[in-house]
């Protein structure tokens, strides 16, 4: 046994790497991959007598783990890259599971080998077991008052996936709303639960966290199965599971920007299930939207001097690209290229990072949130572009609402402003936020819910239906 210590590290390398291979991403598998790899470490060291234990048992299991792990696909567990969104990604993702695994092993080698009682290894001792502690810690939502409410993060088994969501409202025989928010991986429950409790006055609201997005992050393997069909198959699960348990027939629907793709297609596919559709940040083509959005940022990174930025775009050309990390300077600047005065809005300049650091997700949850959005977007974003609102959505078999900002992306305006038009449907409004952006509905939460009140009303709704 002496000579073949290493070969549970190995072992264990090979079982995370098809258990776990984007890393420990639940509070459980977190806890057990602390335990397992002390138990590892323990029986290198008690095993070898050796403090080499100390840096081949590690050594072993990350061999074994890359070497399982070599068919995942993202930035998380693909080559490092030298570019911010690389080197977010590597320290959230392989750094995560340094912690959790393989520092671990490190203690428990230690400990086999009778070294416990080593400064060093009570330093050791002491990371690891506060970054047990704090993926123990549970995710939660703040309640709302009264004998009918509803205030929960919970979920849905979707086709042999577990899709996170949050549900809210004050009474749960109110009219059933489900938020489908933006880009791949992106989520929203902290932006919904702080900026549109208003909503939860009329609506039972639920925010979904799409596959590979949010707590719904460890539902992204296999990526082979993740489509644009399969997104939009999954939105028409939950909209019948959210019917089951609210007994409505029929419910409101909402997408944001890259969300409000699939929804309109959900709404195209199965129009019986929903009361309306509400469309915000609406997107309508997004190689389009991508190319318009290269184009201005490029004439303002010519125009303000950033040399850098301009050769990354020009070495990559127009896009659509093959990788997520091609599209890192469009989404790094995109903002400050379609910058206006955030003084008079709700969220102000907070935007999407308003969501990293909420309740709603677990100490794990908050700190994948990159990799979430990097692996999901690199899988999902390229298996989108063959949409064209314009061609393939002439008409809706629903009413349908848009709430737009004024401020809106030139990239997805442009494109917006020749579809609606175009769009056919039983009845159609479109409502401009003066003072908004792409998130006019959380920079104006107030304007909002007025537009949603007065939808509700011409839609005949009322609790209970």
Sequence with gaps: MRRAWWTAAVAWGIL????????PLTNAQALWSVALSVAVGVLAGWASRSRWSMLIAPVAFVAALELTRVGAVGPSVDRVQLSTFGLLALVTGRGVQGLLSVAPIVLGAAIGVGLGRRVGTVLLAAVVLAGTVAVAIPARTAPIPGPRSVAELTGVDVGGHRLGMMIRGVDTSAPVLLFVPGAPGGSE??????????????????TLDRRGAGSSYPALDPTSTVTLAGAVDDLIAVTEHLRRRFRQDKIYLMGHSGGSIITVLAVQRRPELYRAYIGTGQAVDL??????????????????????????LTAS??????????????????????DYDHSRNDEGAGGFAENLNVPEYTPLQKVHTMNAILDT??????????????VDVPRLEV????????HEMRG????FA????????PAKRLTVLDTGGHRAIFERPDLFVDAMTRMLAETGASPGR
């Excluded at 995370?16 to 890393?23: K, L, S, V």
């Excluded at 997805?412 to 494109?415: D, K, P, R």
């Excluded at 020749?418 to 449907?425: D, G, I, R, T």
């Design 16 to 23: 995370a790497g098809w258990w776990t291979p984007r890393g």
């Design 189 to 206: 429950l902290g932006s919904m639960r702080r900026h549109l409790a208003g909503l939860e006055q009329h609506f039972v609201v639920v």
């Design 287 to 312: 190689t389009a939207s991508d190319r318009i959005c290269y184009d201005d940022i490029l004439a303002w990174a010519r125009t303000t001097g950033r040399d850098s930025v301009t050769r990354d």
């Design 317 to 338: 050309g127009p896009p659509p690209y093959r990788d997520v990390y091609a599209y890192e300077p469009i989404m790094l600047y995109e903002n400050e290229v379609y």
């Design 377 to 390: 977007w690199s899988v999902l974003y390229p298996r989108m572009r063959g949409v064209d609102l314009r």
């Design 399 to 406: 009413p349908v609402y848009f709430v737009q900002g004024a």
């Design 412 to 415: 997805l305006a442009v494109l």
């Design 418 to 425: 020749q579809w609606y038009p175009l769009l056919s449907a």
